[in-house]
């Protein structure tokens, strides 16, 4: 059984990782997380004046690029857990987000993950279930989670 403070000190790991902190101790990998970002939020903001000040209008750009949902999505059963691979040929604005956020209400921890963004959406993920839950999940539940998932993102970009 994992102590809470075992999964904090992890969780502060992943954050360490996700946001290229070479800090050991917490509140300096906090606030390395903080300034990362601030630093997002600025390359946010500088596309944003970009994409405003093109000479393309901005609903023709949306209409003209938005992304395709996911083509494929596997779920396998491991020993303890679940391994997750979502694919598109094309890039996916929040969707992975949105697919972390479905791990957590199904209670699975990410053990391990690559991910790739830029031009294509690939997500292989290895999720573990919390021993503290009593309910057991198999693959199809996840699978099926995960798919509503991308149906709604898929809504909500439309």
Known sequence: MVSRE?????KLQILRSV???RSMNDSSIILDASNYIKELKHKVERLNQEISS??????ASIHHH????????TVETLEK???????????CPGLLVSILA??????????EARVSCADTF???AIGGQNEEDEENIDAQMVKRAISNTIKNWRGSNE
């Open 6 to 10: 075992q999964s904090l000190h992890d």
């Open 19 to 21: 946001t290229h902190s």
């Open 54 to 59: 093109s000479s393309t209008p901005l609903d």
């Open 66 to 73: 938005r992304p395709s949902p996911p083509r494929d999505v």
């Open 81 to 91: 857990g679940f391994l997750v691979n979502v694919h598109s040929g094309k890039s």
């Open 102 to 111: 479905t791990f957590e209400d199904l209670g699975l921890h990410v053990l």
């Open 122 to 124: 690939h997500l292989q």
